[in-house]
């Protein structure tokens, strides 16, 4: 059964203190992985797409990384304003169907 | 550019009572789905549609009813309403398929009594 499992499920830092979390995926010829941002009370907001084993993408304090059975997100010197609950999610057999993980709660304290 | 536009923003209901949750997006895309997201859990599609007049089911359709007559509008209907179906419902639409990067609304957040 295909499957996506994220940890830890809540992480506090220190404002600077970098850290990575983990998604990883029990899937049938990984079709791509995506990383999402959901702020408190609102949508989740697209950041990242990977592709192959070894792909990295970054955007600000963000780089994301990809394995054949996981995928990192690491956040480096991390400021309060990253404090978010982050998504992962791959594609089943389906091009239209997505499964998710249950997210990570970051919580970067200043 | 309003991206998304999910209505209503809160909505409370009592036991078999029915309700459209309204979705409308202004960016042409031809993929829109619906998913309902639950504490401790990821978000979990509940209908989606390729483009107009086309709609097909996700993981959790039972309830729940959709129609796409038009590319902008694609609303969720709760049929009978039910105490397992109070959630965040999310609306989000892409260009083709969830593989591009979806745009989220805000979401409406259901009770149901």
């Known amino acids: 059964e295909d499957q996506v499992t994220q940890s830890p499920e809540a992480l506090r830092l220190q404002e600077g203190e970098s850290s990575s979390l983990n998604c990883s995926y029990t899937v049938s010829g990984l079709r791509g992985l995506f990383w999402y941002r959901q702020d408190p009370g609102k949508g989740p907001e697209f950041l990242f797409t990977?592709?192959?084993?070894?792909e990295e993408k970054e955007k600000e304090r963000l780089k994301a990384t990809l394995t054949k059975k996981e995928s990192f997100l690491h956040i480096t010197a991390p400021k309060p304003e990253d404090s978010a609950t982050y998504l992962c999610?791959?594609?089943?057999?389906?091009?239209?169907?997505?499964?998710w993980g249950a997210g990570t709660k970051l919580i970067i304290k200043p | 550019n309003a991206g998304v536009t999910q209505t209503p923003k809160f909505q409370v209901l009592k036991t078999g009572q029915s309700m459209t949750l309204q979705c409308a997006q202004d960016m042409n895309h031809e993929y829109m789905s619906w998913y309902r997201q639950d504490p401790g859990m990821g978000l979990r599609l509940i209908h989606y549609s390729v483009g107009a007049g086309i709609t097909d089911q996700g993981e959790v359709p039972n309830g729940y009813n959709v129609s796409r007559s038009t590319t902008e509008d694609f609303p969720l209907r709760l049929l009978s309403a039910a105490p397992s179906q109070t959630s965040v419902y999310f609306c989000?639409?892409?260009?083709?398929?969830?593989?591009?990067?979806?745009?989220f609304g805000d979401g409406t957040r259901l009770s149901i009594l």
């Open positions: 990977l592709y192959s084993a070894g």
């Open positions: 999610a791959v594609p089943t057999d389906s091009n239209y169907q997505l499964i």
């Open positions: 989000a639409s892409s260009y083709k398929s969830p593989n591009q990067p979806q745009h």
